[in-house]
């Protein structure tokens, strides 16, 4: 069964960048699109931001756009996300997850649109 293990969460001050990191075992994943959500205690998962292999389209959150990253490896087997200019409100904790058949040439920004996921990382920003 496919799964996806994600590294890279931890403290950071305001206005620090981390990379989270997100991998599947050394699958390839080039059929696919991979996204980061996240969550805060309370609400609901978020979309962040995401890319699909086929295309190399990628999309973020308004709430992201310009400060954060995603990207992959040549192989397609791990995606990332480059975290910079960080804000107290980008805590949470972040998922990264593959989109469930058939997969599109465009990155869905519901998390229904998602079946499989990581187990989450921990991100924390102080102010």
């Known amino acids: 069964q496919l799964q996806l293990v994600e590294f890279g969460g931890g403290l950071v001050q305001a206005g620090g960048s981390l990379r989270l990191s997100c991998g599947a075992s050394?699958?390839?994943?080039?059929?696919?699109?991979m996204a980061w959500f996240r969550q805060q205690p309370g609400k609901e998962r978020e979309f962040v931001a995401g890319?699909?292999?086929?295309?190399?389209?990628?999309h973020y959150s308004d709430s992201v756009k310009g400060r954060f990253t995603i990207s992959g490896d040549n192989a397609k087997t791990t995606v990332y996300l480059q975290m910079n200019s960080l804000k107290p409100e980008d805590t949470a904790v972040y998922y990264c997850?593959?989109?469930?058949?058939?997969?599109?040439?465009?990155?869905?920004?519901?998390?229904?649109?998602?079946?499989?996921w990581g187990q989450g990382t921990q991100v924390t920003v102080s102010s």
């Open positions: 997850a593959l989109d469930r058949p058939p997969h599109t040439l465009s990155v869905p920004v519901s998390s229904y649109s998602y079946d499989v």
């Open positions: 050394g699958r390839t994943l080039s059929s696919y699109t």
């Open positions: 890319v699909t292999w086929a295309t190399g389209r990628t």
